[in-house]
């Protein structure tokens, strides 16, 4: 007869919760383990808000310099949610798509951001403690990976600034809202 600890990590991992189950149920973020308390997902930072676009429902617009991300829900309306962007030196435009999606994704940092930063592991495994955080969007140009995410963050004090090294940073409650409105193959237009 498995433990009641055991029955609530079945069910988490059955939602896709796997990363927080384990760490709760193992008693990582405990007081004494070593890891930091587990994070909280974050305020939602989403407003509808008019929108005047030539793109299609469905479409995300991300206009850097507004630190915004738009998902364009009907003619002249859109979602907007606060993201962080690339710092200096690492910004990009152009347009690009949804090649697929995950929840709760490992993160394996880019063979130049291991060479930036070579502390860096090969491979973070899902969980809550994942810089990707909660949902990854992956961005991709002519079928090919373009390296770059949108995705969540376990710091929810980090979305709003120029500190990325290219990707798109959102709090968890808005990346998993985002994740549910968005379908692979959808374009992506960075301005």
Known sequence: MPSARLRIVGRLAAAGLIGIALASACGLAQAGSGLPPLPAMGPSLRKAVAFETREQPGTIVIRKNEKALYLVTAAGHALRYQISVGRDGFGWTGTV?????????????????????????????????????????????????????IHGTNDPKGVGFDGTSGCFRLTNTDVIDLFKRVAVGAKVVVE
């Open 97 to 149: 798509k949804i090649a697929s999606k995950t929840e709760w994704p490992e993160w394996r940092p880019p063979r130049e951001m291991r060479a930036r930063r070579p502390e860096l592991p090969a491979m973070v495994p899902a969980g809550p403690y994942n810089p990707l955080g909660a949902r990854a969007l992956y961005l991709s140009r002519d079928g090919r990976d373009t390296l770059y995410r």
